[in-house]
């Protein structure tokens, strides 16, 4: 068949340590307090869950569908193939109409796709946080230091100056 396989996943996925991964992402989940953490969590964990699922449907459809077509072709059941063959042009047309999924569908691919990529959104929302921590403790160099005696360590000669505003 001219026609490549257009269905992306992976092939290869590991279910037992990705049911590990979603079980420790959820215990993670559950004992984080702050609300963009959890909404972070929240979309790996759902991320993960779809991805599972994606690839275990592709994973047998991938399997199946060439012993059926086999079966058919074998019984000669040339309705039968016919059958299928209006169903998988009808799904793939389908898919091609539907270029402009509703934002829920959008955001729950995206999600998905996103765990498939091994793309962490609680990994992202950490590291910008760790990131706009260091640029803005690099920038009170040389300020006093709350609850410390003294000012923190500084290459000026100046002295600290305070200002009321």
């Not at 790996?44 to 690839?55: A, F, H, P, S």
């Not at 074998?74 to 209006?86: A, H, T, V």
């Amino acid at each position: 068949m001219g026609r490549e396989n257009s269905i992306d996943y992976d092939r290869l996925l590991d279910t037992p340590s990705t049911v590990q991964q979603i079980e420790a992402l959820q215990v993670k989940l559950d004992t984080t307090e702050d609300e963009d953490e959890q909404r972070a969590l929240e979309e790996d964990v759902t991320g993960k869950i779809l991805w599972l699922c994606w690839c275990g449907i592709c994973a047998e459809v991938d399997e199946l569908l060439p012993k059926v077509v086999d079966y058919l072709r074998k019984e000669e059941n040339r309705k039968g193939l016919r059958i299928m063959w209006r169903a998988m042009e009808t799904t793939i047309h389908a898919h091609e109409l539907s270029t402009d999924p509703g934002d829920d569908q959008a955001h729950l691919r995206r999600i998905m796709h996103d765990a498939g990529a091994h793309i962490s959104k609680h990994e992202l929302l950490l590291a910008a946080r760790a990131a706009e921590q260091a640029k803005w403790s690099g920038a009170n160099i040389g300020t006093l230091a709350v609850d410390n005696e003294g000012a923190a360590p500084s290459t000026s000669s100046q002295t600290p100056q305070v200002s009321v505003v």
